[in-house]
């Protein structure tokens, strides 16, 4: 498997993040934006801290687990985003009034809870970049989405894989 090395300006240049208004009223904004307004926000982590934070992660106890487990998604959220755009733009979709951007946000959600996972099982260890292992939860976890919202009748993941 590649490794595939993202760093933060790359992920910036992806993200379609309008600046924050100033103390403006949230009227005319829908739920899409008013979410990548709150991006910014968040901090973003180089790849050193990240790694310090997987690893306190896995030394923490179940208690500080949940707060260190909801910073490193935080700091990993434009992943996400990243990919969310990108299979977006490469989906057929019905899009209806703002479809495009409901889609979006679905995929934000299961990739955010891909990305979860990944923390979980990352094993820092093994000597491979979080993003490596990251982005194929995130995409598995997409085009899973995907297949089971595209589908009149659910058809198990494990029986189309076979039939490809």
Known sequence: ???EKL???ELDEDLDIDDLDNGSSIKGKDAYQMFMD?????PKFT???NLEKLKEYKAADDEDKIALLDEIVEGNIRLVIKYANEIA???VFNAEEGGT???KIDLIQAGSQALSKAIVDFDPARGYAFSTLAVTYI???MFAFLNNSSRMIHVPQQILDRHR
Do not use: C, V
């Open 139 to 141: 995409k598995r976890a």
């Open 101 to 103: 951007r409901g889609l």
């Open 7 to 9: 760093d933060d300006e």
């Open 47 to 49: 790849q050193e801290e």
């Open 1 to 3: 498997m590649a490794k």
């Open 38 to 42: 709150s991006i910014r926000l968040y």
């Open 89 to 91: 733009s490469q989906a």
